[in-house]
């Protein structure tokens, strides 16, 4: 049985199992499938540390109207657009109803847990590795302006930012892919020269419906096989173990460089002789 929520892939049933939590347990990383000349990062769970708060942010919202679901029930849909995810735990699908209440989880969120979350180690070192590559930066949110505001004050890395987008800009959330889309265009790159890093299933599912090459990182608390199966390419342990990839590259990188130089170099000095 799936660790996370297929239904609005195959029509599958929702996943009867919680997930295996993965804080402290340290797999290998993979490496990166291509050379990117961008990357597109999600914020939420991502960038920064908001999995469990926001869980946990839903469990009280859903109890305040009767619900009853844990923060292991939830995590399955972690990622997914909040409007879907209530589906599979309130009976009335009415939109009104549905809307009412991630109206309710937003102003919990923004009042109660907004102003203790905080930036994931290593992001700057992570940011900087990617500029030193040569490479430009777009964040990809559902999350709306205010508070992407707030993680960028908190994340302190605008300065090495190049687009950000929010779910203020596209109309359907992840796993569609119009917010992955949108940062792509304004990166005004192919997709297929892009990474996608993302903290869940959905994010990779959007990546690669919008033509990324998706990346996970286990911050989100899915395991290895969940990312996997949501269709990353490559999958890392968080930010550090991405940023120490990009770093044991950047030597490699240098050394092809400096060779292509020379050879130009010795190329022109022995046309230069011919004549």
Known sequence: MARYDRSHQ???????????????????????PLRPRAFVFD??????DTVLPTLQCWSETL????????????????????KRMLRHFVRKHDPKLLAHIAELHSERYRIRYLPQVRPFPGLR????????AEAKIALATTCNKDDL????????????????????????????????ALAARRLRLPPA???????????AEA????????????????SRSDLQDG??????FDLLALAQKLEERAPAAAVAEAGAVLAVRSHTAATADSR
Do not use: N
């Open 125 to 132: 070192r992570l940011f900087s590795a990617i500029k030193s």
């Open 43 to 48: 914020v939420e769970g991502t960038l920064v």
């Open 149 to 180: 505001a707030r993680y960028r004050a908190i994340m302190e890395v605008d300065d090495l930012i190049d687009v950000a987008c929010c779910g203020d800009d596209v109309r359907r959330e992840k796993p569609a892919p119009d917010i992955v």
């Open 63 to 82: 109890a305040e109207i009767g619900v009853t679901a844990s923060i292991a029930d939830l995590h399955p849909y972690s990622g997914m657009d909040g």
């Open 207 to 222: 990546a690669r419906a919008a033509g990324l090459a998706p990346v996970g990182l286990q911050s989100g608390h899915f």
């Open 10 to 32: 195959r029509g599958a049933a929702a996943p009867l199992r919680p997930p295996g939590w993965l804080i402290g347990r340290v797999r290998a990383a993979d490496d990166l």
């Open 231 to 236: 269709g990353c390419a490559a999958v890392f």
């Open 193 to 203: 020269q892009v990474a996608m890093v993302g903290d869940t299933p959905y994010d």
